[in-house]
C-alpha cells in the first residue's frame, strides 16, 4: 500500500475541473510539473487541506484523511512567497508549529534546524531583514520543525535567481535524503524537476497525464504533450518517414545528427534520412548550435557541435531514437 | 473565494455584528413606529407636503455643488503636487488630510471668527480699505455654506485624486506624446479616464456627506430657507416639538440616503494597484515657484480659518488681550464655559469607550467579512452611513423616552451610554472600512502556513494575523477617536441638557456670541483632534504593510 495515496479526486471550478488519481512513496521525491493552470498548485491545496475536494478520497498510511482539518493532517506546506510570518523573528517563525513545549529544547531544535539549512546564528534576525533565498530555508526549516509525515513545496525557488535556485534545490534535496521525509514538489521548471526528484507527475488540463522517474520521462514520453514540456524535439507525421501510421515521430535534437554529404539511406540502414533539409537558423547555445531547418515545410531541430557551412543538408536519425507518439 | 477558517471569523463577529443590529434597528424601529402611528398620517404628511420637496432639493443643490467645486478646485493642485517633488510636499499632503479629522464644529467656529462680519478678514480689509462697511459679507448666506463645505471636503478630493494620480505610471501619457498629442488632449483622452474612479469617489464621498451636512447649514446658513432635511428634523424634534412629523421626515431621508447609497456604490470600485507608481521630478526654477504659490495657496485657505479659532482665544470681542475664557474652562467661569471640565471629561470618555469598541467590532466584522469575501457584512456595516448622524440622534431620543418613561429607569450614566452608543453607530462603518483594507491585505499563504503547521484559527489569528492588523485598528482607533470628539449632530440632539460635550458647549456658545469660550474650547478640542491624528498618522506610517 503507498504511503499517500489520492484516489479519483475531483474538483471542480467554473472553467476547470481536476480530476485525478496519484500515489506516493514513503520517503519519495515527487515532483508535480506542467503548464501554468493545469491544476498543480491546486492539487496541493486539496492534499494540504487549504481547499476540500467535491468527490474521491485521501489516504495516508492507509487512514482517509479527506475531512481531516487542515492542522491535524501532519502535512507541512513551503510556499512560493516564503510566507514567513511577520510579527515574528527568524527563531519564532520556525518555533512556531513545534511540538516540543520545553523552551529550552524548543531552542536547541530550532538552533539545529538554523544549522543544517545553513543559516547558524539567525535567530534573532528579523525576517523582513533577510534576502530571499535566507527566507525560504527558513520556511523550509520552520515546515520540518513541526515534524509533518509529508512537505508539500509550492513552486519554492521561483521567486529566486537561476543561481541561488541551484544551489537551494541541493539543499532540499540533500535534506530530503537526510531525514527521510516525503516531498511532494511542485515547480514549472523542467531542469529543477530533474535535478530534484525520484519521479515526476507531469500534468495538463486538470489531470495527470503520466508519472516516470525523470530520465525515463525524457527519453520515454507517452505522448507529444509530455515530449515537448519535457524538452525540445521535432514531430513529423510518420507517414513521411514509415508507412501504415497516423501518429507523430518524435526524435530529441541531440539523437538527430546533420550530413553535409550526399548520403543514402542505403549507407546507413539503422537510421531515417531526411535529405533536402535547409538551415534556417543557427543559434550557438555556448556549448553546441541548437539548428533550426526545415523538411518538406515542417520545422526539425538538431543540435550540432559546428556550424554548418551549407544551407541545404540531411540529416539522420537512429530509428531506436524515434518514437512514435500521439 | 472564501478563505481557510471564515466559519470561525463568521462566528466571532456574531457578537459585534447583533450589537450593530440592536444599537441600529431599534432607534430605527422607534423611529418607523413614530412615523407610522395614527395610521400613518405624519408620513403621508411629508409625504405630501411640498416643503418636503423644497427642503430635499436644497439638500440635493448644496451637496451636489459643494461637491463639484471641491474636486475642480483640487484637479490642478492634485495634477502638480502628483508631477513634482518639492520642500514640504509631504507636509502640504498631511496638512490637507488633517480636514479627515477636524471637527466639524471647529469649521464653522473657524468660519465665523475668521470669515465673520467682524471677523479677522474682514476687520483687516476695512483697515487697509478704509472702509466702514462689511468688505466680504459671506456669512450667513448659501455661499458660507458651500464654502465651508468646500474648505472641509477640498483637502479629502485633493488629497484622494492626488494618492491615485501618483500612483498612476506615466507611461500611457508618455505614450500619447510620443504619438504626438498635446498636454490638453493627452489629459482629457488619457489621464482623465484613469483617474476618473478616484474622482468618482471623491464627488460621491463628498456627495453623500454634505447631503447629511447638519452644522455648518444650521450655523453658516442662518437662514431657514437655507434648510436641509437634516436642520429641518432638528428643527421639528428641538422648536417644534413635533416627534412623529421629525420621525417621519427622518424615514423619507433615510430613504433617500440609502437610495443614493445604492446608486453610488458600483462606481466606487476597488483600487486596482499599479505595479509601477509615477516617479516624481524635481521641481526647478518656474516649477518650484509654481509649487510655492500653489502651496501657499492651500494654507492661505486651509489655515487661517482654523488658527484664528486659538487667536481668538485670547482676545475678548473687542480685541483685548485677556485670559478670561481660559480661566472659565479651568473652571472658574460661569455660565456655559464653567461646564467645559465637565464636558472635556465627558467628551474624551465618550470617546475613548465609542474608539475602544469601535476597534473590537471594526476588527471582528472586517476580518469575517475579508475572510469570508462577504458583500453582505460591509452592507450591514454601512446602513448607518444611510441614516445620518441626525437620525441617529432622533432614534436613540426615542430608545431614551422609552427607557425613562415607560420602563421608569433614569440616571445620567443610562444618558451617557446612549450618547456614546449613538457616537458607536456612527463612527463604526469608518472603523470597519479602516480596518477592511488591512485584513484583506493578509496573503493567504500566511495563514495557510500557519495552519499546515497546526496551529488552530484562533492561535494563527493571534500571532500572525493579528499584529498585521496592528496599525490598521490603530489607525482605525485614533478615526473613531477623533471622529467621537468632534461629533456634535447626534450628541446635540440627543443630550438635552443630560450630556454635555466639548462640541455641544462650543455649539452652544457660538449661539451665545461667547466666541473667545467658544475659541478657547475650540483649542482645546483641536490641540486633541491633531495629537490623535498626528499619533495615529505618525505609528500609521512605521507600522502599515500596505
Same mark, same amino acid.
Given at each position: 500500500?503507498?504511503?499517500?495515496? +489520492?484516489?479519483?479526486?475531483?474538483?471542480?471550478?467554473?472553467?476547470?475541473?481536476?480530476?485525478?488519481?496519484?500515489?506516493?512513496?514513503?520517503?519519495?521525491?515527487?515532483? +508535480?510539473?506542467?503548464?501554468?493552470?493545469?491544476?498543480?498548485?491546486?492539487?496541493?491545496?486539496?492534499?494540504?487541506?487549504?481547499?476540500? &475536494?467535491?468527490?474521491?478520497?485521501?489516504?495516508?498510511?492507509?487512514?482517509?484523511?479527506?475531512?481531516?482539518?487542515?492542522?491535524?493532517?501532519?502535512?507541512?506546506?513551503?510556499?512560493?512567497?516564503?510566507?514567513?510570518?511577520?510579527?515574528?523573528?527568524?527563531?519564532?517563525?520556525?518555533?512556531?508549529?513545534?511540538?516540543?513545549?520545553?523552551?529550552?529544547?524548543?531552542?536547541?531544535?530550532?538552533?539545529?534546524?538554523?544549522?543544517?539549512?545553513?543559516?547558524?546564528?539567525?535567530?534573532?534576525?528579523?525576517?523582513?531583514?533577510?534576502?530571499?533565498?535566507?527566507?525560504?530555508?527558513?520556511?523550509?526549516?520552520?515546515? +520540518?520543525?513541526?515534524?509533518?509525515?509529508?512537505? =508539500?513545496?509550492?513552486?519554492?525557488?521561483?521567486?529566486?535567481?537561476?543561481?541561488?535556485?541551484?544551489?537551494?534545490?541541493?539543499?532540499?534535496?540533500?535534506?530530503?535524503?537526510?531525514?527521510?521525509?516525503?516531498? =511532494?514538489?511542485?515547480?514549472?521548471?523542467?531542469?529543477?524537476?530533474?535535478?530534484?526528484?525520484?519521479?515526476?507527475?507531469?500534468?495538463?488540463?486538470?489531470?495527470?497525464?503520466?508519472?516516470?522517474?525523470?530520465?525515463?520521462?525524457?527519453?520515454?514520453?507517452?505522448?507529444?504533450?509530455?515530449?515537448?514540456?519535457?524538452?525540445?524535439?521535432?514531430?513529423? &507525421?510518420?507517414?513521411?518517414?514509415?508507412?501504415?501510421?497516423?501518429?507523430?515521430?518524435?526524435?530529441?535534437?541531440?539523437?538527430?545528427?546533420?550530413?553535409?554529404?550526399?548520403?543514402?539511406?542505403?549507407?546507413?540502414?539503422?537510421?531515417?534520412? =531526411?535529405?533536402?533539409?535547409?538551415?534556417?537558423?543557427?543559434?550557438?547555445?555556448?556549448?553546441?548550435?541548437?539548428?533550426?531547418?526545415?523538411?518538406?515545410?515542417?520545422?526539425?531541430?538538431?543540435?550540432?557541435?559546428?556550424? &554548418?557551412?551549407?544551407?541545404?543538408?540531411?540529416?539522420?536519425?537512429?530509428?531506436?531514437?524515434?518514437?512514435?507518439?500521439? | 473565494?472564501?478563505?481557510?477558517?471564515?466559519?470561525?471569523?463568521?462566528?466571532?463577529?456574531?457578537?459585534?455584528?447583533?450589537?450593530?443590529? /440592536?444599537?441600529?434597528?431599534?432607534? @430605527?424601529?422607534?423611529?418607523?413606529?413614530?412615523?407610522?402611528?395614527?395610521?400613518?398620517?405624519?408620513?403621508?404628511?411629508?409625504?405630501?407636503?411640498?416643503?418636503?420637496?423644497?427642503?430635499?432639493?436644497?439638500?440635493?443643490?448644496?451637496?451636489?455643488?459643494?461637491?463639484?467645486?471641491?474636486?475642480?478646485?483640487?484637479?490642478?493642485?492634485?495634477?502638480?503636487?502628483?508631477?513634482?517633488?518639492?520642500?514640504?510636499?509631504?507636509?502640504?499632503?498631511?496638512?490637507?488630510?488633517?480636514?479627515?479629522?477636524?471637527?466639524?464644529?471647529?469649521?464653522?467656529?473657524?468660519?465665523?471668527?475668521?470669515?465673520?462680519?467682524?471677523? %479677522?478678514?474682514?476687520?483687516?480689509?476695512?483697515?487697509?480699505?478704509?472702509?466702514?462697511?462689511?468688505?466680504?459679507?459671506?456669512?450667513?448666506?448659501?455661499?458660507?455654506?458651500?464654502?465651508?463645505?468646500?474648505?472641509?471636503?477640498?483637502?479629502?478630493?485633493?488629497?484622494? /485624486?492626488?494618492?491615485?494620480?501618483?500612483?498612476?505610471?506615466?507611461?500611457?501619457?508618455?505614450?500619447?506624446?510620443?504619438?504626438?498629442?498635446?498636454?490638453?488632449?493627452?489629459?482629457?483622452?488619457?489621464?482623465?479616464?484613469?483617474?476618473?474612479?478616484?474622482?468618482?469617489?471623491?464627488?460621491?464621498?463628498?456627495?453623500?456627506?454634505?447631503?447629511?451636512?447638519?452644522?455648518?447649514?444650521?450655523?453658516?446658513?442662518?437662514?431657514?430657507?437655507?434648510?436641509?432635511?437634516?436642520?429641518?428634523?432638528?428643527?421639528?424634534?428641538?422648536?417644534?416639538?413635533?416627534?412623529?412629523?421629525?420621525?417621519?421626515?427622518? @424615514?423619507?431621508?433615510?430613504?433617500?440616503?440609502?437610495?443614493?447609497?445604492?446608486?453610488?456604490?458600483?462606481?466606487?470600485?476597488?483600487?486596482?494597484?499599479?505595479?509601477?507608481?509615477?516617479?516624481?521630478?524635481?521641481?526647478?526654477?518656474?516649477?518650484?515657484?509654481?509649487?510655492?504659490?500653489?502651496?501657499?495657496?492651500? @494654507?492661505?485657505?486651509?489655515?487661517?480659518?482654523?488658527?484664528?479659532?486659538?487667536?481668538?482665544? %485670547?482676545?475678548?470681542?473687542?480685541?483685548?488681550?485677556?485670559?478670561?475664557?481660559?480661566?472659565?474652562?479651568?473652571?472658574?467661569? %460661569?455660565?456655559?464655559?464653567?461646564?467645559? *471640565?465637565?464636558?472635556?471629561?465627558?467628551?474624551?470618555?465618550?470617546?475613548?469607550?465609542?474608539?475602544?469598541?469601535? *476597534?473590537?467590532?471594526?476588527?471582528?466584522?472586517?476580518?469575517?467579512?475579508?475572510?469570508?469575501?462577504?458583500?453582505?457584512?460591509?452592507?450591514?456595516?454601512?446602513?448607518?452611513?444611510?441614516?445620518?448622524?441626525?437620525?441617529?440622534?432622533?432614534?436613540?431620543?426615542?430608545?431614551?423616552?422609552?427607557?425613562?418613561?415607560?420602563?421608569? /429607569?433614569?440616571?445620567?450614566? @443610562?444618558?451617557?451610554?446612549?450618547?456614546?452608543?449613538?457616537?458607536?453607530?456612527?463612527?463604526?462603518? %469608518?472603523?470597519?472600512?479602516?480596518?477592511?483594507?488591512?485584513?484583506?491585505?493578509?496573503?493567504?499563504?500566511?495563514?495557510?502556513?500557519?495552519?499546515?503547521?497546526?496551529?488552530?484559527?484562533?492561535?494563527?489569528?493571534?500571532? *500572525?494575523?493579528?499584529?498585521?492588523?496592528?496599525?490598521?485598528?490603530?489607525?482605525?482607533?485614533?478615526?473613531?477617536?477623533?471622529?467621537?470628539?468632534?461629533?456634535?449632530?447626534?450628541?446635540?440632539?440627543?443630550?438635552?441638557?443630560?450630556?454635555?460635550?466639548?462640541?455641544?458647549?462650543?455649539?452652544?456658545?457660538?449661539?451665545?456670541?461667547?466666541?473667545?469660550?467658544?475659541?478657547?474650547?475650540?483649542?482645546?478640542?483641536?490641540?486633541?483632534?491633531?495629537?490623535?491624528?498626528?499619533?495615529?498618522?505618525?505609528?500609521?506610517?512605521?507600522?502599515?504593510?500596505?
Amino acid at each position: 500500500m503507498p504511503f499517500f495515496e +489520492i484516489r479519483n479526486i475531483e474538483k471542480k471550478y467554473k472553467e476547470f475541473t481536476l480530476s485525478l488519481s496519484l500515489s506516493i512513496e514513503e520517503g519519495e521525491f515527487l515532483s +508535480i510539473i506542467g503548464p501554468s493552470g493545469s491544476g498543480k498548485s491546486t492539487l496541493l491545496s486539496l492534499i494540504a487541506g487549504i481547499e476540500s &475536494p467535491d468527490s474521491g478520497e485521501m489516504l495516508m498510511d492507509g487512514r482517509d484523511i479527506t475531512k481531516e482539518k487542515i492542522q491535524k493532517r501532519g502535512i507541512s506546506m513551503v510556499f512560493q512567497d516564503f510566507s514567513l510570518f511577520p510579527s515574528m523573528n527568524v527563531e519564532k517563525n520556525i518555533q512556531f508549529g513545534m511540538k516540543e513545549k520545553d523552551k529550552a529544547k524548543r531552542k536547541e531544535l530550532s538552533d539545529k534546524l538554523l544549522e543544517i539549512v545553513g543559516l547558524k546564528d539567525y535567530g534573532k534576525r528579523n525576517v523582513s531583514a533577510i534576502s530571499g533565498g535566507e527566507a525560504q530555508r527558513v520556511a523550509l526549516a520552520r515546515a +520540518i520543525a513541526s515534524e509533518p509525515r509529508m512537505i =508539500l513545496f509550492d513552486e519554492p525557488l521561483s521567486a529566486l535567481d537561476p543561481p541561488l535556485r541551484k544551489h537551494l534545490r541541493a539543499i532540499i534535496r540533500s535534506i530530503h535524503d537526510s531525514l527521510g521525509i516525503t516531498v =511532494l514538489y511542485v515547480t514549472h521548471d523542467i531542469e529543477e524537476a530533474f535535478a530534484v526528484s525520484d519521479r515526476i507527475a507531469v500534468m495538463q488540463g486538470g489531470s495527470i497525464v503520466t508519472v516516470k522517474e525523470a530520465e525515463d520521462l525524457y527519453r520515454n514520453p507517452e505522448n507529444l504533450f509530455t515530449a515537448f514540456f519535457t524538452g525540445e524535439g521535432t514531430s513529423l &507525421p510518420a507517414h513521411l518517414l514509415f508507412d501504415n501510421t497516423d501518429a507523430y515521430a518524435f526524435f530529441r535534437p541531440e539523437s538527430a545528427e546533420i550530413v553535409e554529404d550526399s548520403i543514402s539511406e542505403d549507407m546507413y540502414p539503422r537510421h531515417i534520412i =531526411l535529405s533536402d533539409c535547409r538551415v534556417i537558423s543557427a543559434e550557438y547555445t555556448g556549448s553546441h548550435y541548437m539548428l533550426g531547418l526545415t523538411y518538406k515545410d515542417y520545422p526539425v531541430l538538431v543540435e550540432s557541435s559546428r556550424k &554548418p557551412k551549407k544551407a541545404d543538408v540531411s540529416v539522420k536519425i537512429p530509428k531506436d531514437s524515434i518514437l512514435l507518439l500521439r | 473565494m472564501k478563505r481557510k477558517g471564515s466559519g470561525y471569523f463568521i462566528l466571532k463577529a456574531i457578537p459585534a455584528v447583533i450589537l450593530l443590529l /440592536i444599537l441600529f434597528l431599534v432607534p @430605527l424601529a422607534l423611529i418607523f413606529s413614530y412615523a407610522f402611528q395614527d395610521g400613518g398620517k405624519a408620513i403621508l404628511n411629508v409625504l405630501e407636503d411640498n416643503y418636503t420637496y423644497y427642503l430635499l432639493s436644497f439638500t440635493v443643490k448644496q451637496a451636489f455643488l459643494s461637491a463639484l467645486i471641491s474636486v475642480i478646485a483640487a484637479l490642478p493642485f492634485s495634477a502638480f503636487f502628483s508631477a513634482y517633488s518639492f520642500p514640504l510636499r509631504k507636509t502640504i499632503l498631511t496638512i490637507a488630510q488633517l480636514a479627515f479629522t477636524i471637527p466639524t464644529i471647529l469649521v464653522v467656529l473657524g468660519f465665523v471668527i475668521w470669515y465673520g462680519n467682524n471677523g %479677522f478678514l474682514n476687520n483687516a480689509l476695512r483697515s487697509v480699505l478704509g472702509v466702514s462697511y462689511t468688505p466680504l459679507p459671506i456669512l450667513y448666506s448659501f455661499k458660507a455654506i458651500i464654502l465651508a463645505h468646500v474648505y472641509l471636503n477640498f483637502p479629502i478630493a485633493f488629497a484622494l /485624486i492626488t494618492a491615485r494620480w501618483t500612483q498612476l505610471p506615466p507611461t500611457e501619457e508618455n505614450a500619447s506624446y510620443t504619438l504626438g498629442q498635446g498636454k490638453a488632449k493627452t489629459f482629457l483622452f488619457i489621464t482623465l479616464p484613469r483617474l476618473s474612479g478616484s474622482i468618482a469617489s471623491a464627488f460621491i464621498l463628498i456627495f453623500l456627506f454634505c447631503f447629511s451636512s447638519f452644522a455648518i447649514v444650521m450655523v453658516l446658513g442662518g437662514n431657514p430657507a437655507y434648510s436641509t432635511l437634516e436642520t429641518e428634523i432638528y428643527r421639528r424634534v428641538h422648536v417644534n416639538a413635533d416627534l412623529s412629523s421629525a420621525a417621519a421626515l427622518s @424615514l423619507f431621508a433615510f430613504a433617500v440616503n440609502a437610495l443614493l447609497l445604492a446608486l453610488t456604490t458600483p462606481g466606487r470600485k476597488e483600487r486596482k494597484n499599479e505595479r509601477q507608481a509615477r516617479v516624481l521630478k524635481k521641481a526647478k526654477g518656474m516649477k518650484l515657484a509654481q509649487a510655492v504659490v500653489l502651496s501657499l495657496i492651500i @494654507l492661505a485657505f486651509v489655515i487661517p480659518p482654523i488658527a484664528s479659532i486659538a487667536v481668538r482665544a %485670547f482676545y475678548t470681542k473687542d480685541g483685548i488681550f485677556s485670559l478670561s475664557a481660559w480661566e472659565g474652562i479651568a473652571g472658574r467661569g %460661569f455660565g456655559l464655559i464653567g461646564g467645559s *471640565v465637565n464636558a472635556a471629561i465627558n467628551s474624551l470618555a465618550i470617546g475613548l469607550v465609542t474608539a475602544f469598541l469601535s *476597534v473590537w467590532m471594526g476588527s471582528a466584522i472586517a476580518t469575517a467579512s475579508a475572510k469570508r469575501n462577504s458583500k453582505l457584512l460591509p452592507f450591514i456595516t454601512s446602513l448607518p452611513m444611510a441614516t445620518g448622524s441626525v437620525m441617529m440622534g432622533l432614534g436613540f431620543i426615542f430608545v431614551t423616552s422609552f427607557i425613562f418613561t415607560k420602563l421608569g /429607569i433614569r440616571s445620567y450614566y @443610562l444618558s451617557f451610554l446612549f450618547v456614546a452608543a449613538a457616537h458607536l453607530i456612527i463612527v463604526l462603518p %469608518f472603523s470597519v472600512r479602516t480596518i477592511t483594507p488591512g485584513a484583506r491585505a493578509i496573503p493567504d499563504s500566511l495563514s495557510n502556513a500557519a495552519y499546515t503547521l497546526g496551529a488552530s484559527y484562533g492561535k494563527t489569528y493571534r500571532s *500572525v494575523e493579528s499584529p498585521l492588523l496592528r496599525p490598521y485598528r490603530r489607525k482605525a482607533f485614533a478615526f473613531s477617536f477623533a471622529l467621537s470628539l468632534g461629533e456634535v449632530n447626534a450628541t446635540l440632539m440627543l443630550s438635552s441638557g443630560h450630556v454635555e460635550t466639548i462640541p455641544v458647549l462650543i455649539y452652544r456658545m457660538i449661539g451665545s456670541y461667547d466666541y473667545q469660550g467658544a475659541a478657547a474650547l475650540g483649542t482645546v478640542l483641536l490641540a486633541t483632534a491633531l495629537a490623535v491624528f498626528a499619533i495615529g498618522e505618525a505609528r500609521w506610517r512605521k507600522d502599515a504593510i500596505l
